[in-house]
């Protein structure tokens, strides 16, 4: 069974960092690709950034140029590094198997003005 667990949200205030990590078990990591979704409230889960099995990634929107996916293998953990933070990045992030019905519990991310 694939687990996936997201650690290392909390409260930042605008233009401070977080960096996440999400730790996957239970299925062969390094063939996946790996993305971060994000949900404020009140609002749809929205793609956040991916990466590929090749190491290629893609960013979301606003986040380009601030955040920073990357994955290391060895350790079956992605990570979702961000910068200039800002409060419109409030939401809860979630870890997912690209193209697989499998998420984490959620990681929740706040941004203060």
């Known amino acids: 069974q694939v687990q996936l667990v997201e650690s290392g949200g909390g409260l930042v205030q605008a233009g401070g960092s977080l960096r996440l990590s999400c730790a996957a078990s239970?299925?062969?990591?390094?063939?996946?690709?790996m993305g971060w979704y994000r949900q404020a409230p009140g609002k749809q889960r929205e793609l956040v950034a991916y990466?590929?099995?090749?190491?290629?990634?893609n960013l979301v929107g606003s986040v380009k140029g601030r955040f920073t996916i990357s994955r290391d293998n060895a350790k079956n953990t992605v990570y979702l590094q961000m910068n200039s933070l800002k409060p419109e990045d409030t939401g809860v992030y979630y870890c997912?198997?690209?193209?697989?019905?499998?998420w984490g519990q959620g990681t929740q991310v706040t941004v203060s003005s």
């Open positions: 997912t198997v690209i193209g697989q019905s499998y």
């Open positions: 990466i590929n099995s090749d190491y290629s990634t």
């Open positions: 239970g299925t062969i990591f390094s063939i996946n690709a």
